[in-house]
């Protein structure tokens, strides 16, 4: 069984299963259902709610920290941070698709270097497997903070992992690197969390 981002349930079983077997197994599952349809609502809501206007006094959440963002007008177009403010820098101060391209290009550099750092870091764990480094994609995703395709090589992290601490991120990363080992959530795979990382649902529940 599955419940997609906007709600829907589909399940998938083999000829076999029969139809009335599939009703009870929804039916058993119908609290989880329910709590899961409840939470993408707030998400959806809560990301509708969080759309960026790219003005003075917006949050910015990165790395576990919320940023004020502070737009002031320059000559010179850019975009940086000191740890309290993250300062957005354009010629005109009401152009929105420009104030709009330099934020989101700028967080694209953040996440890159950030999730590749991280990555790069993890790896060292996972090179006596013969594990050739992977892939790296990152993009939006609605239901997910991580993906693996063990086959293809290729780790796809959600982009607003970046709001998260950098331990946060790790426990991520970790947990799909060691699908490129175990590309189940079998017993196998919990016990490899377990060694390389003791705490990690302390982490997963963070």
């Avoid at 599939?22 to 990301?47: A, C, H, P, V």
């Avoid at 480094?133 to 090589?153: A, F, H, N, T, V």
């Avoid at 590309?183 to 997963?204: C, I, L, Q, T, V």
Wanted: glycine share 6%; proline share 3%.
């Amino acid at each position: 069984m599955r419940i997609k981002s906007d709600g829907q349930i589909s399940v998938s079983a083999k000829p076999e299963v029969s139809v009335k077997y599939i009703d009870d197994f929804i039916y058993r599952k119908q609290e989880y259902i329910y709590r899961n349809q409840r939470k993408y609502r707030l998400n959806l809501k809560e990301q509708s709610s969080s759309i960026k206007r790219y003005i003075s006094g917006e949050s910015v959440e990165i790395l576990g920290k919320c940023l004020r963002l502070k737009v002031i007008e320059g000559e010179q177009d850019g975009v940086w941070a000191d740890g309290v403010f993250v300062f957005l820098c354009v010629e005109e101060k009401e152009d929105f698709g420009r104030r709009e391209e330099l934020f989101i290009d700028w967080m694209k550099k953040i996440q890159e270097k950030t999730f590749g750092e991280i990555c790069g870091e993890v790896y060292k764990r996972f090179k006596k497997y013969d594990i050739l480094y992977p892939e790296l994609k990152i993009k939006d995703m609605m239901s997910r903070w991580g993906s693996c395709q063990p086959r293809r090589g290729i780790i796809t992290l959600n982009s607003r992992l970046i709001e998260a601490p950098r331990h946060c991120i790790e426990y991520v990363i970790l947990h799909e690197f060691v699908h490129f080992i175990c590309p189940n959530h079998s017993k196998k795979f919990y016990g490899y969390m377990a060694m390389m990382m003791p705490y990690w649902e302390d982490r997963k529940s963070e």
